[in-house]
């Protein structure tokens, strides 16, 4: 069956350096993606996007790579700050009874090291 | 600011009760969502809506049921608490149905109901 799944559960990084965080997806179909970001004690909270005709996207700190041929998702921050410390969900599309819907990984947590 | 809020912020109820969790959003949005959170497990969706008084059910509809009465209000309904039911809840809201613009698309989420059935 289809699934959204993360490398690793957790990553520290040194306040200042970039971090990476991997996202693997199995639906090959699918053709949207988004990252969130979760802080303890909220909902998450939408980060950046990427559509699948889509290679890279880049926000303010963040860039979202796409790989379809692998399927990896990835999640780059530079210059990583005391708030990006925190749980980072990737999503995919999926279709369910006709109609889209995201699938979830099960989240990384990043600690932001002082 | 777009905002959804959610009735409780946490919740503890007995087996065999029946539970109601409300969710409440400002943005005129067309569709609404039930997820629940779970270590290792991530979120997973229970329910959806896109429209007043119309549903879908999720990845794990068993155990729940929803109720759309009023484009706002989504309310997510366990008949008969169970422990396993224990978890958080979140509620989301979004504009499209997943189309074509990017950020439109986004899930606006609530802060989150932590409910424990003991």
């Known amino acids: 069956g289809e699934s959204v799944g993360l490398h690793l559960p957790t990553l520290s990084v040194q306040e200042g350096d970039n971090s990476i965080i991997n996202c693997a997806y199995s639906?090959?179909?699918?053709?949207?993606f988004i990252w969130y970001k979760q802080e303890s004690g909220k909902g998450p909270q939408f980060i950046i996007d990427?559509?699948?005709?889509?290679d890279k996207r880049q926000g303010q700190r963040v860039t979202v790579l796409l790989n379809k041929t692998v399927k990896h998702l990835s999640l780059q921050i530079a210059a990583t700050q005391p708030g990006d410390s925190a749980v980072y969900f990737c999503?995919?599309?999926?279709?369910?009874?006709?109609?889209?819907?995201?699938?979830f990984g099960q989240g990384t947590r990043l600690t932001i090291n002082p | 600011d777009v905002k959804v809020t959610q009735s409780s912020r946490y919740l503890v109820k007995r087996t065999g009760e029946k539970v109601f969790l409300e969710c409440v959003q400002d943005?005129?949005?067309?569709?609404m969502f039930w997820y629940r959170q779970d270590p290792g497990l991530g979120l997973r969706l229970i329910y959806f809506s896109y429209d007043v008084k119309m549903k879908e059910k999720g990845d794990i509809p068993e155990g729940y049921s929803v109720s759309r009465e009023k484009k706002e209000r989504f309310s997510l309904i366990l008949e008969s608490a169970s422990t396993n039911q224990t978890s958080m809840y979140l509620c989301?809201?979004?504009?499209?149905?997943?189309?074509?613009?990017?950020?439109?698309?986004?899930?606006?989420f609530g802060p989150g109901t932590r409910l424990t059935v003991l």
């Open positions: 943005m005129d949005h067309e569709n």
């Open positions: 999503a995919e599309t999926s279709i369910i009874q006709g109609a889209q819907k995201l699938v």
């Open positions: 639906n090959s179909a699918s053709d949207y």
């Open positions: 990427i559509r699948s005709n889509m």
């Open positions: 989301a809201s979004s504009l499209e149905w997943l189309l074509a613009a990017s950020s439109l698309d986004e899930q606006f």
